[in-house]
């Protein structure tokens, strides 16, 4: 994805230069700072699921961000200095075959070995169209050293017969996009940032036509986040991570169009 000059939020009182790119396994160490600034313990992603989703699905996971500048009296062209991107907000996401965000979907699989792998994360972001060939597959013994035995043991193929609904972790053929992380670094709060990520992410994801909608769980007291940015409210969600007490919200790209428009420049 290229990423995009935006136009300043009105709300911005430091008028920063800020654009929006996907997330990759490079960013990971900026991500789970951000996230454990941002939610209490239980509430967390943990490592492990932030490496797993930006690599099997980074393009559903982006970042608003600005650059460091270099001091407004360093005289130019003798200056050593290399400006450093800083990660003002993010959102991670996946996609699951349910409706709304389950606790299945918030998982990693349980069969993902070595996110390391290549041949592991090729597999992870299977479709259900090659879940049979993958049945096919005789399972690899545990403990093997070359190239080839690592890729066929780095994931375990499904031991299903049939598609299950509700499958663990991302799945890329679902239709609903799941939106697992949400957050701005307390510093850039109250100026608009997660309304300008939000609609983009909305913008972009309707325009590529991967799904049929994007769903999220939040606690009830952040609801007005999401109706602003053309979310609806579903009821009481069923999860019980972070000890439950969530509700599902939707953005439905089938249906009435959301108030979620966005300018963007260059
Ligand atoms: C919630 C959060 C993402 C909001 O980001 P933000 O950039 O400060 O929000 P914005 O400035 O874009 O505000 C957008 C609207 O949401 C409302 N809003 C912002 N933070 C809110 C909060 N914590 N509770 C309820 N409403 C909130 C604002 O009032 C604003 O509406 P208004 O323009 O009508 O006043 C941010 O506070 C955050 O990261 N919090 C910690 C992590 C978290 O709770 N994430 C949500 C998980 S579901």
């Given at each position: 994805?290229?990423?995009?000059?935006?136009?300043?939020?009105p709300?911005?009182?430091?008028k920063?230069?800020?654009?929006?790119?996907?997330?990759?396994i490079?960013d990971?160490d900026?991500?789970?700072?951000?996230?454990?600034?941002?939610?209490?313990?239980a509430e967390?992603?943990?490592?492990?699921?932030?490496?797993?989703?930006?690599t099997v699905?980074g393009e559903?996971c982006?970042?608003l961000?600005?650059?460091?500048?270099?001091?407004?009296?360093?005289p130019?062209?003798?200056s050593?200095?290399k400006?450093k991107?800083?990660?003002?907000?993010?959102?991670?996401?996946?996609?699951?075959?349910?409706a709304?965000?389950?606790?299945?979907?918030?998982?990693?699989?349980?069969?993902?070995?070595?996110?390391t792998?290549?041949?592991?994360?090729?597999?992870?972001?299977?479709?259900k169209d090659?879940?049979?060939?993958?049945?096919?597959?005789?399972?690899?013994?545990?403990?093997s050293s070359?190239q080839?035995?690592?890729?066929?043991?780095?994931?375990?193929?499904?031991?299903?017969?049939k598609?299950?609904?509700?499958?663990e972790?991302?799945?890329?053929?679902?239709?609903?996009?799941?939106i697992?992380?949400m957050?701005v670094?307390?510093?850039?709060?109250?100026?608009?940032?997660?309304?300008?990520?939000?609609?983009?992410?909305i913008?972009?994801?309707?325009?590529?036509?991967?799904?049929?909608?994007?769903?999220?769980?939040c606690?009830?007291?952040?609801?007005?986040?999401?109706?602003?940015?053309?979310?609806?409210?579903?009821?009481?969600?069923?999860?019980?991570h972070g000890?439950?007490?969530?509700?599902?919200?939707?953005y439905?790209?089938?249906?009435?169009?959301?108030?979620?428009?966005?300018?963007?420049?260059?």
């Amino acid at each position: 994805m290229q990423s995009m000059a935006l136009t300043f939020h009105p709300k911005s009182a430091s008028k920063m230069h800020v654009y929006i790119r996907t997330l990759t396994i490079n960013d990971l160490d900026k991500v789970i700072e951000l996230e454990n600034a941002s939610f209490p313990e239980a509430e967390r992603g943990t490592p492990e699921k932030f490496k797993y989703r930006l690599t099997v699905c980074g393009e559903l996971c982006h970042g608003l961000f600005t650059m460091t500048k270099p001091h407004p009296d360093t005289p130019k062209g003798v200056s050593d200095f290399k400006p450093k991107e800083i990660l003002i907000a993010m959102i991670i996401g996946s996609k699951t075959d349910a409706a709304l965000v389950t606790d299945a979907s918030m998982r990693v699989p349980s069969n993902t070995i070595n996110l390391t792998s290549e041949s592991a994360l090729d597999s992870a972001s299977h479709t259900k169209d090659d879940d049979d060939s993958q049945n096919k597959q005789p399972t690899a013994s545990a403990g093997s050293s070359t190239q080839a035995d690592a890729s066929s043991s780095a994931l375990q193929p499904l031991k299903v017969s049939k598609p299950v609904p509700d499958r663990e972790g991302h799945v890329e053929a679902g239709d609903t996009i799941c939106i697992h992380s949400m957050c701005v670094a307390s510093s850039y709060r109250g100026m608009g940032h997660s309304q300008i990520l939000l609609k983009d992410y909305i913008s972009r994801m309707r325009d590529a036509g991967v799904s049929k909608r994007i769903a999220l769980i939040c606690h009830r007291e952040i609801t007005g986040v999401y109706t602003k940015a053309g979310f609806r409210y579903r009821g009481t969600s069923k999860v019980t991570h972070g000890g439950g007490d969530w509700v599902d919200m939707t953005y439905e790209f089938s249906g009435p169009p959301g108030k979620a428009t966005f300018r963007r420049q260059g």
